[in-house]
């Protein structure tokens, strides 16, 4: 089974730009969630996703957003990019049968690591 | 909202046992997690406790005391590939998905 693919796994961006981040969950996994890992902060959630709808949210500016499309594939948006955007996003998908994402194990992707200049 | 704390580097010699800490905040717990992270790759699960006591998975056992907020993750044999950063995670009150704590970074030297 192909675990959860991230695209693109660099890129580079000035800023004011916007960017795209392309996640695909693990086949038959119904929820997606969204990470920002930085040295400083480590991992820090962003959003989750479960059958197209937010679910969950962390404290991030509006300029953050994501979505999930009917197939669970999800990306996650950044626009008017800041400097301070430069980190590792990682993108986690499980299984949630019932629903309820407190104990369930999430499998990351690879993460695309993006940096602002 | 949840609160995870655990120290940020570590270093231990190879073939020796190492011990790497984490307290949380105990209201609304449900469920304590490990994870591995190698560096530039993706974190990947090592254990998941939600009883009190030990867990024994072959080289890497996790404990947890619920009573105190409190977790360990003990590695035993120490090798070289073991060098990482072991993220301790726990949900957020209500259903939300985990919180991470800042890693801590182990680095076992020869």
């Known amino acids: 089974k192909a675990g959860v693919t991230q695209t693109p796994r660099y890129l580079i961006k000035t800023r004011g730009q916007q960017v795209t981040l392309s996640c695909s969950p693990i086949s038959g996994h119904r929820s997606v969630s969204w990470y920002q890992q930085t040295p400083g902060q480590g991992l820090q959630f962003l959003f989750e996703?479960?059958?197209?709808?937010?679910?969950n949210k962390g404290n991030f500016p509006g300029r953050f957003s994501g979505r999930q499309f009917s197939n669970s594939r999800s990306e996650m948006n950044v626009s008017t990019l800041e400097l301070g955007d430069s980190a590792l996003y990682l993108c986690a998908s499980s299984l949630d049968p019932g629903g309820d994402s407190r104990n369930e194990k999430l499998f990351f992707g690879s993460g695309t690591q993006l940096s602002v200049l | 909202g949840q609160n995870i704390d655990q120290p940020t580097e570590m270093t231990a010699t190879e073939g020796a046992i190492v011990q790497i800490n984490c307290t949380y905040q105990?209201?609304?717990?449900?469920?304590l997690f490990w994870y591995q992270q190698h560096a530039g790759e993706a974190p990947t699960f090592l254990s998941y406790n939600v009883l009190d006591g030990l867990e024994e998975k072959g080289r890497f056992s996790s404990f947890l005391s619920r009573s105190k907020g409190y977790s360990y993750l003990l590695l035993k044999e120490l090798q070289m590939k073991d060098s990482a950063s072991y993220l301790c995670?726990?949900?957020?009150?209500?259903?939300?998905?985990?919180?991470f704590g800042k890693g801590t970074r182990l680095s076992v030297i020869a």
């Open positions: 996703y479960f059958s197209e709808t937010q679910r």
């Open positions: 105990t209201s609304g717990f449900n469920g």
């Open positions: 995670a726990a949900p957020n009150s209500g259903n939300t998905p985990l919180v």
